[in-house]
């Protein structure tokens, strides 16, 4: 079974910086695109960053210059370094990944982590 743990959510003045990781674990056969996504109260989800693979990266304009997406793919672990943050960063960070199972021949699914919370204070 294939699951992500997100972690390093927490309550930072604005300004300041918090690191997020979530790490893919279970039967992995191979993973593709990682992302972050959030949701802030009242709102719908949003993409915030997301790595294909190598070095190949997007982001929502609201954090370019500001968020950094990377991934260790040794160890299927996705990061996302925010910096510079801001109150309408508060939300639900969640992370998503494209991995065939190891029991999938060639099957991908989208899998989501549980989810952490992003409090910036102003």
């Known amino acids: 079974q294939v699951r992500l743990v997100e972690s390093g959510g927490g309550l930072v003045q604005a300004g300041g910086s918090l690191r997020l990781s979530c790490a893919a674990s279970g039967s992995i056969g191979s993973v593709n695109a990682m992302g972050w996504y959030r949701q802030a109260p009242g709102k719908q989800r949003e993409l915030v960053a997301r790595v294909v693979s190598g070095s190949i990266t997007s982001y929502a304009d609201s954090v370019k210059g500001r968020f950094t997406i990377s991934r260790d793919s040794a160890k299927n672990t996705v990061y996302l370094q925010m910096n510079s943050l801001k109150p309408e960063d508060t939300a639900v960070y969640y992370c998503?990944?494209?991995?065939?199972?190891?029991?999938?021949?060639?099957?991908?699914?989208?899998?989501w982590g549980q989810g952490t919370q992003v409090t910036v204070s102003s």
């Open positions: 998503n990944a494209d991995i065939r199972p190891g029991s999938s021949y060639n099957t991908f699914y989208l899998y």
